[in-house]
């Protein structure tokens, strides 16, 4: 063979070989895209129920819309004009589910194109920059996914103009969102790039930090320095595992490192702070506010820990124990105490029961601001506010008729009304715990606008003990510690003669009082206390918590148990002890 001949036949084999590798790698990417977009339609493609399909099909206008939308709606909410878009995703899952009678049906995939259409023409913004970069890019994203096949050039082009307005350029759960749907931009334009970059955005903000996001503690703060694993941190947690189930495997798979800080996130702090499948109220800032209805205040965390259970992390059995405790007192029991310095706040398990103890200090927010009209009377949350709970059902949806100047556990000056900043930082230093992951120790030096407090709570097997010392106010307004407020549950048992009696219905003043049994908890006061007492029904609306609810006035038995400090109080003290583990005679 002559040398020519060699160096063509070299020639024809290394090209051939570079072809083979190119061809393999862009193989390799196209495959990767169709597994993340096959995974991603795979929920959407549960065929929705035949009567809704027919009811929309039949109001549905010749130009596309529908009777029971508003269109001219401006509330930043709930956005009654983002109705359209969740027909269309309903119209659009019939049409492409393989598990539907009417999939690939010609008189439905005309309608569904007439309604996209409609947004289309108008573009429906808000004032709310939530909806215009997250909640309409992101019902979009799923109706152009489920419809992609079937779209024309320009529906494709409007599509992906308005899910371009999800840019990647915010923090935490927020940052998150905007990412997720850039994932599904990359799979409608076919680009692996667009994909590797929205998922590395993501796996970015998987990380311990002192900013938002996730803390050092392993909880989650979100609009600054604001205790947030649920609300904020549950949006994040749901799109984090959510997309690493979907992009498992592929080359846009999560590093292991960034699994474990989520899995921490998760096992590490917001387990601790939930009773079953009901949240600790102190960590979901103005989401205290939304009505959960019938559904368990953290019943997110369940798709959560079956995402995560699918993960290669290392702590499947844990998640599987979380999973059965989510499901009620079946479930193995969470045993333990934990102090979350990064929150101020301090959680306490025992199989029987949950307590908790809420502070701030001039490192955090007490709550978050009321966006959008929620969250309006939360001023006090962070002010010592102290939950307990057996059932998890304890404080399920009363806050529309809650007292919000008598929050669990805090002492509140009684003014003639909420008023004052929001939204606030402590103005003192001192507010911290000390836990042996068993028993642990709560203590804040505490200060709102003239009142002073030092408050301390300390955990045990069967009870815990609350103690107040310099208490003081120059204001001519009462000051109390509220005991707890919570639904009225049963009797309300005193000291009678040999055995407890029940209380009569209504307001009641107790002096000298051992001990008041409610709900399967003691509450015992050491050197006979004065108290105030309500069991009696009171009413509300949810709208004076949350503008984006009715003026419907609510009615509920309530438990108020209250410690007055009187007026003008000077270095006042109060000590009592919550005993949800012990019967009455044991006082």
């Known amino acids: 063979m002559n040398g020519r001949i060699l160096l063509r036949s070299l020639i024809v084999v290394f090209t051939t070989a570079v072809t083979c590798v190119v061809s393999t790698s862009a193989f390799t990417q196209t495959s990767d895209l169709d597994i993340v977009k096959s995974r991603l339609l795979e929920p959407l493609l549960e065929s929705p129920e035949r009567e809704s399909i027919d009811n929309l099909l039949s109001s549905m206008k010749p130009d596309g819309s529908f009777p029971n939308v508003d269109y001219a709606d401006t509330n930043g909410g709930n956005w009654a004009t983002s109705a359209h878009l969740s027909h269309v995703l309903t119209l659009a899952r019939a049409y492409a589910s393989p598990k539907s009678d009417l999939a690939g049906d010609p008189r439905l995939g005309?309608?569904?194109?007439?309604?996209?259409?409609?947004?289309?023409?108008r573009d429906f913004i808000n004032r709310n920059w939530w909806?215009?970069?997250?909640?309409?890019?992101?019902?979009?994203?799923?109706?152009?996914?489920?419809?992609?096949?079937?779209?024309?050039?320009?529906?494709?082009?409007?599509?992906?103009?308005?899910?371009?307005?999800?840019?990647?350029?915010?923090?935490?759960?927020?940052?998150?969102?905007?990412?997720?749907?850039?994932?599904?931009?990359?799979?409608?334009?076919?680009?692996?790039?667009?994909?590797?970059?929205?998922?590395?955005?993501?796996?970015?903000?998987?990380?311990?930090?002192?900013?938002?996001?996730?803390?050092?503690?392993?909880?989650?703060?979100?609009?600054?320095?604001l205790l947030y694993n649920h609300g904020y941190g549950a949006v994040f947690m749901d799109n984090c595992s959510e997309l690493a189930v979907i992009v498992d495997g592929t080359r846009f798979a999560f590093p292991k490192e960034k699994l474990d800080i989520l899995s921490g996130l998760i096992?590490?702090?917001?387990?601790w702070m939930i009773r079953f499948s009901t949240k600790d109220y102190g960590a979901t800032g103005r989401g205290i506010s939304r009505r959960s209805g019938r559904s368990p205040s953290a019943g997110y965390l369940r798709p959560v820990v079956e995402n995560m259970i699918e993960l290669p992390t290392g702590r499947t059995l844990e998640f599987r124990d979380l999973l059965a405790y989510l499901g009620g007192e079946s479930g193995p029991p969470l045993v333990g105490n934990r102090h979350f310095p990064r929150g101020d706040?301090?959680?306490?398990?025992?199989?029987?029961?949950?307590?908790?103890?809420?502070?701030?200090?001039?490192?955090?927010?007490?709550?978050?601001?009321?966006?959008?009209?929620?969250?309006?009377?939360?001023?006090?949350?962070?002010?010592?506010?102290?939950?307990?709970?057996?059932?998890?059902?304890?404080?399920?949806?009363?806050?529309?008729?809650?007292?919000?100047?008598?929050?669990?556990?805090?002492?509140?000056?009684?003014?003639?009304?909420?008023?004052?900043?929001?939204?606030?930082?402590?103005?003192?230093?001192?507010?911290?715990?000390?836990?042996?992951?068993?028993?642990?120790?709560?203590?804040?030096?505490?200060?709102?606008?003239?009142?002073?407090?030092?408050?301390?709570?300390?955990?045990?097997?069967?009870?815990?003990?609350?103690?107040?010392?310099?208490?003081?106010?120059?204001?001519?307004?009462p000051v109390v510690t509220t005991v707890?407020?919570?639904?009225?549950?049963?009797?309300?048992?005193?000291?009678?003669?040999?055995?407890?009696?029940?209380?009569?219905?209504?307001?009641?003043?107790?002096?000298?009082?051992?001990?008041?049994?409610?709900?399967?908890?003691?509450?015992?006061?050491?050197?006979?206390?004065?108290?105030?007492?309500?069991?009696e029904a009171r009413t509300g609306t949810w709208r004076e918590i949350n503008t984006q609810y009715s003026n419907d006035i609510i009615s509920h038995d309530v438990f108020t148990l209250l410690i007055d400090q009187g007026k003008k109080p000077m270095n006042g003290t109060y000590a009592y002890i919550a005993a949800p583990g012990l019967p009455p005679e044991s006082a």
């Open 267 to 271: 096992l590490d702090g917001t387990r």
């Open 345 to 477: 706040i301090m959680t306490h398990h025992r199989p029987g029961w949950y307590a908790s103890a809420r502070m701030f200090s001039n490192r955090l927010l007490n709550t978050d601001r009321p966006h959008n009209g929620e969250g309006l009377k939360s001023h006090h949350l962070a002010d010592g506010c102290t939950y307990i709970m057996k059932t998890g059902m304890e404080y399920h949806d009363i806050f529309p008729v809650w007292d919000w100047m008598k929050i669990p556990g805090a002492t509140i000056e009684q003014k003639p009304e909420l008023n004052g900043e929001l939204c606030r930082t402590g103005t003192r230093p001192f507010a911290g715990g000390v836990s042996d992951s068993l028993y642990g120790a709560a203590a804040f030096d505490f200060e709102r606008d003239g009142l002073t407090a030092r408050k301390a709570w300390f955990f045990f097997d069967d009870e815990f003990v609350c103690l107040g010392a310099g208490i003081s106010c120059p204001s001519e307004n």
């Open 131 to 225: 909806w215009n970069q997250i909640g309409v890019p992101g019902r979009m994203a799923r109706c152009l996914l489920l419809l992609d096949d079937h779209l024309s050039a320009e529906q494709l082009v409007r599509g992906l103009k308005i899910l371009e307005r999800a840019q990647i350029r915010m923090t935490g759960a927020n940052l998150v969102d905007v990412a997720y749907i850039t994932v599904m931009r990359g799979i409608l334009e076919k680009s692996p790039a667009i994909v590797a970059e929205a998922v590395n955005s993501i796996t970015n903000e998987i990380r311990i930090t002192m900013d938002e996001g996730v803390q050092p503690d392993d909880s989650f703060h979100q609009h600054g320095a």
């Open 484 to 535: 707890n407020q919570c639904f009225l549950r049963g009797s309300v048992l005193i000291p009678g003669g040999n055995r407890p009696q029940a209380l009569l219905y209504g307001r009641h003043e107790l002096d000298g009082i051992g001990f008041v049994c409610h709900d399967g908890v003691t509450y015992v006061f050491p050197g006979k206390q004065r108290v105030s007492l309500e069991n």
């Open 110 to 121: 005309k309608a569904v194109m007439n309604a996209l259409d409609f947004w289309f023409e």
